[in-house]
């Protein structure tokens, strides 16, 4: 049983940068992945970068590969999604996710690996 609370969206300019948090709260013993998601209006869920809770192993999906990293910090239950060069194609509600227990193996890609989600926070690219 896991909670899951993200925080930092917000209004930014091409090129800026924002950093998103997930605080997460509850049993986290058996947590295997960390994900982030995003959708835009109309679109499907897809998947944006995940990292394994037990040796940080870290996984990106190619349209943000080298301007977005995820991270974690166990001593403050803690995931981040620290986010540069942002593009306008990158206005989506940001979603994180847990996998808890056995759910397929790292970096579990689909949106039915994933037990637990936030509320999801809002992000908006201006050209």
């Known amino acids: 049983q896991v909670q899951l609370v993200e925080s930092g969206g917000g209004l930014v300019q091409a090129g800026g940068s924002l950093r998103l948090s997930c605080a997460i709260s509850?049993?986290?013993?058996?947590?295997?992945?960390m994900g982030w998601f995003r959708q835009a209006p109309g679109k499907e869920r897809e998947f944006v970068a995940a990292?394994?809770?037990?040796?940080?192993?870290?996984y990106y999906a190619d349209s943000v590969k080298g301007r977005f990293t995820i991270s974690r910090d166990n001593a403050k239950n803690t995931v981040y999604l620290q986010m540069n060069s942002l593009k306008p194609e990158d206005t989506a509600v940001y979603f994180c996710?847990?996998?808890?227990?056995?759910?397929?193996?790292?970096?579990?890609?689909?949106?039915?690996?994933?037990?637990?989600w936030g509320q999801g926070t809002q992000v908006t690219v201006s050209s």
């Open positions: 996710a847990a996998t808890w227990g056995y759910a397929g193996w790292f970096p579990n890609l689909r949106v039915n690996d994933y037990q637990y």
């Open positions: 509850g049993r986290t013993f058996s947590i295997y992945t």
């Open positions: 990292v394994k809770w037990s040796d940080g192993s870290t």
